[in-house]
């Protein structure tokens, strides 16, 4: 039995029906590393800061303790704020009393979750289930086939009638007119108190109709009525917390709420908080978990003679030196019938181990204290010690009767990159050492729980991936809802083979670029993909000086040409405005290469039907948006979209919304192939001519001196096959130069310009 999957709908930051996580679940077969298993069990929340991965653990954790009926679950600060606003506006503002009465009671706000339960073995009990079952789902399997059990929890209004009077009242609400500084008279009001609905439309009139009202007495009375709304919505949100809602559990599809049925014995989840060292003594608590498993579970027969002689002569010494002193003491302030005392030692190996053993470690000759043991170290033995001992404590009825979650809330907590980087490792062999193997007779207690871990880290969410080698079972939370990242939803939409060679998997390509690059890419609110350190280098510096960019967490990847476009499945999924900054990559034939052949026109590659690009990002996409099947038809639209412009843009059709192309087109006459010759054309008049031949004399120095090449247009190529070999010096100069030297000053090429503005635009929209 396990949690499969948790619908949300209108609970905190989740809007809308589109919120789905479908959690981990693994058996541990008899051949498999622990690492491999923890790892497919576990499944990881990731997202910016805020984006809900505590609501989720804090949402298992609320609905483990409720029952049917419950009120006071959740606040008005539960509901989606969008949601609440959304419905107050269509039902209830600036709505007559009779209007807000006749609300249906399948129209009031509503908080609503589906869990679907997984039932994976005929061991599994489902009386518990009994008041939420649909008996049809049963029916529909075969003995020992898996199948689900779907149940709908709603919070809800459990008294319309009383809800929608208060409501009313609320909405009626007068206001006290009195020293409110308005004019009554030119109101044409003769009472003290109106409710809002009459005041506003008074309002409205004088703004149509130019009434005696002069500008300063409109704007006095558009911030009263903005007080006031603002008032009635939030006496409204109030209204939500004062006990007229109640939590309902639903069979699948059914209007008959369950009268009985709770989730307590159900579902149980432990979490393990961020922020686990809590004193000095944290550490030797944990060591004390993890020794008292591991004596559990082995036999210490010589530990435990050793502590019953030591309390046998105990209490010999006792009886014998401090046993007479205490009753002498009592006798001389009372009766002595009746005051034998009796001193019983209770020494045990938790108490030795807790209480009676320095935990030191040993750095040279010294002895160091526990209180001097590295955060990050405590921190890891206590999220083990935690693990090890929920898996002890399991109850024999859990394993069949319960879904059972451990809940680690941002373990990164005080680690280094290099122990986050581990970490899937590190608490995998701790537990394969402490607890028994798939082989052992009583495993299967063991093999029935699931993991959610939450993390700011990249370097845990790599170890995930790495320790099961699958994007399965990440879950990313972003501001447009959950996405639950998958291998094959992935390889759905990759594209085909890059190369003719079967074993090429675009997939394993990616896994293996976010572990050596890219995995930080699951938290970063704009990505921009390049093909080589010289754009790299000078896209972060210009991030670094736009102020309109530089808050953001912008990511600049550098990914070959060829390859970029296998990121495009894995960016869609995860909806970041992303851009690829690509080369043109003008297909010269060996004899224009040679002899550094300039092209202005692109017309000659279609009649020679020679495709004017090299670039499999640029003709992949193009293909795939334009279902193009011929290099012919791939020519004239490159052409097209080009034309006389300085900027080739590839978006929409079948390319994802959120992802543009960007590359060099036509500046100053010569179609560009490269960021350096884009760099050139670009800056081939006044000062940045001048400031471009002195970084080429740098370079080259004697090249720089001739004459006939300080035409950089004529030149252009010539010059940016010459870099080819000094491409990061030429980006470094430009950088060192922009910095150091005030006068300093280049033009950017306009198809990074028009990259940057598209990426401003998205960061302001969203």
Partial sequence: MYLKSLEIKDYRKYYGSNNKISFAHSNWKENQEPEEYISKSSSLLIGKNNAGKSTIINLL???????????????????????????????????????????????????????????????????????VLVISE?????????????????????????????LIEIENKEINLNNLGLDKNKLSISDNNVDFKRLKNIYDKCTKQDQNLDKEELKNLDAILKYYEESIYRNFLHLLDQGYYSLNFYPLESKQAAKDFSLSSLLKVKTIQANTVKDNNTLSVAYNKIVDTYAKRNNLTEIDDF?????????????????????????????????EINLHPDINLNKILGHSVLYEYKEGKNYIPESQ???????????????????????????????????????????????????????????????????DHDFKKKDTFQVVISTHSSHILN???????????????????????????????????????????????????????????????????VEGQTEETYLRYLIDENEDLNSYHIK?????????????????????????????????????????????????????????????TIKKSLCESYKI?????????????IGDKEVLKIRGNNLPDNIQIYSQGKINGNYATSFEEAVILTNSYGKGKDEILELLKVIHPKLGEENEKKDLIKNSYFWQNKLSNSKSKFSNLILYKSIIEPNFEIDTPKYIKDALESIKKSMEEN
């Fill in 307 to 339: 502590i019953d002689d030591v309390n046998i002569r105990l209490k010999d010494e006792i009886d014998t030196n401090i046993k007479g002193i205490l009753e002498n003491t009592a006798k001389s302030i009372e009766s002595s019938q009746n005051l």
């Fill in 463 to 529: 170890s995930k991936i790495q320790s099961g080698n699958t994007l399965n079972n990440i879950i990313y939370l972003n501001s447009n809802g959950i996405v639950n990242i998958e291998d094959n939803k992935i390889q759905e939409n990759s594209e085909k083979k890059l190369v003719k060679d079967n074993s090429f998997s675009a997939l394993e390509y990616i896994k293996k670029y976010i572990r050596l690059e890219l995995s930080d890419i699951f938290y970063a609110d704009a990505v921009i993909l």
């Fill in 138 to 166: 049963i029916k529909n399997h075969k003995n020992g086939e898996p199948f689900d059990i779907d149940i709908i929890v709603k919070y809800e209004c459990s008294n319309e009638s009383k809800f929608l009077s208060k």
């Fill in 629 to 641: 099947e011929s290099q012919k038809d791939l020519n004239n639209i490159i052409a097209s979209k």
């Fill in 61 to 131: 954790s609320t609905l483990q303790n409720t029952k049917a009926g419950s009120k006071g679950v959740f606040k008005h600060c539960d509901f989606n704020l969008t949601y609440l606003r959304s419905w107050y506006n269509e039902h209830v503002f600036n709505k007559s009393s009779e209007e807000i009465n006749c609300i249906q009671s399948s129209n009031l706000p509503v908080i609503e979750f589906r869990l679907t339960i997984g039932i994976d073995s005929e061991k599994d009990y489902i009386s518990n289930f009994q008041d």
């Fill in 373 to 439: 043991y590295g955060m990050g170290y405590t921190n890891l033995m206590v999220i083990i010690a935690e693990l090890v001992d929920y898996f002890e404590k399991y109850e024999d009825e859990d394993v069949n009767g319960a879904i059972n979650i451990l809940c680690i809330e941002e373990p990164e907590t005080y680690m280094h990159p290099e122990m986050q980087e581990l970490f899937i490792k590190h608490i995998s062999k701790a537990i394969a050492s402490l607890l028994p193997k798939p082989s």
């Fill in 556 to 616: 600049v990847y550098r990914i070959d040409g060829a390859y970029g476009f296998q990121f495009i499945p894995l960016l869609k999924l995860l909806n970041i405005p992303t851009i690829i900054l690509t080369d043109l990559d003008l297909n010269r034939t060996e004899c224009e290469r040679k002899n550094y052949i300039i092209i202005n026109n692109l017309n000659f590659f279609v009649k020679e039907d020679r495709c004017i690009t090299t670039n499999e």
